[in-house]
């Protein structure tokens, strides 16, 4: 593609500023994996139904398979490299103690879409919990321990 049809986006990803020049037509899910290599952000069905690729933008799950890495221009970006500092965020230590994982494939996505889930229901119960996690899939867990993490963190989180 010709320079002429590359467009310049920047932002911030994790707290690192970054510009680029991007083709208009980059996934923000293929900027992410494979100009700024973050390969936490998962790519599974590429049509928006899985909840692999979730990241968030400005503070809000977004499936990043869906989204034009044009469209991030300005925005803030979390992906699950970002959630932990010097210790695993609170989500992270009760998918590990909670057993809320096993293969790993779908857990980067279903974690950045319960930050802003927990955000807004800081005590939720099991039935929130499951349709907060409706939206990602998971063939190897059957989601119990997905639920009783999401508990565990909401309640590490409350203090």
Not at 127 to 148: D, F, H
Request: hydrophobic residues 35%.
């Amino acid at each position: 593609m010709d320079e002429a049809q590359r467009v310049n986006v920047g932002g911030s990803v994790n707290g690192a500023r970054f510009e680029r020049e991007v083709e208009p037509r980059l996934l923000l899910s293929d900027f992410l994996r494979h100009d700024l290599h973050l390969t936490g952000t998962h790519v599974g069905c590429e049509h928006g139904v899985c909840g692999a690729c979730t990241v968030l933008v400005d503070g809000e799950a977004v499936r990043s398979c869906l989204m034009l890495a044009v469209q991030a221009e300005g925005c803030e970006i979390i992906t699950v490299e970002g959630l932990a500092g010097d210790d695993l965020h609170p989500i992270q230590a009760a998918f590990h103690e909670e057993h809320g994982l096993q293969c790993g494939f779908c857990t980067p996505g279903i974690l950045t879409s319960l930050l802003p889930f927990l955000r807004d229901h800081p005590d939720p119960d099991e039935q929130e919990i499951r349709e907060a996690i409706s939206g990602n899939l998971c063939r190897c867990t059957g989601y119990q321990n997905i639920v009783s993490a999401v508990k565990l963190a909401a309640e590490q989180m409350r203090k």
